[in-house]
């Protein structure tokens, strides 16, 4: 978890992104044989619709995780916004 305070969501978002490509670039070996290792993220956001506790945070914050996954994995998803992969 990655909580990130006074942050909006498009700023939380941007974040998660940043985070995804940079997990997604780093070099990890096993045993000696490269492995590539690649991250999804969900975001959530407080105060958004349909939160309105530390509880239904988390719930959105999975959802979007799941959701994330859904898409293929490595992607991040926020909420109510499609997320789109830096280059």
Excluded: C
């Excluded at 985070?19 to 070996?29: D, G, M, N, S």
């Excluded at 506790?53 to 898409?71: C, F, I, M, P, T």
């Amino acid at each position: 978890a990655l909580i990130m305070r006074g942050s909006p969501n498009r700023n939380a978002v941007q974040t998660a992104e940043r985070l995804r490509k940079l997990v997604e670039a780093i070099p990890f070996k096993h045993e000696g044989k490269k492995i590539a290792v690649t991250v999804s993220i969900g975001v959530a956001t407080w105060p958004a619709d349909k939160v309105r506790s530390g509880r239904d945070l988390v719930r959105a914050a999975d959802a979007n995780l799941y959701a994330a996954k859904q898409k293929g994995r490595n992607n991040v998803v926020g909420q109510k916004e499609e997320v789109p992969k830096v280059r």
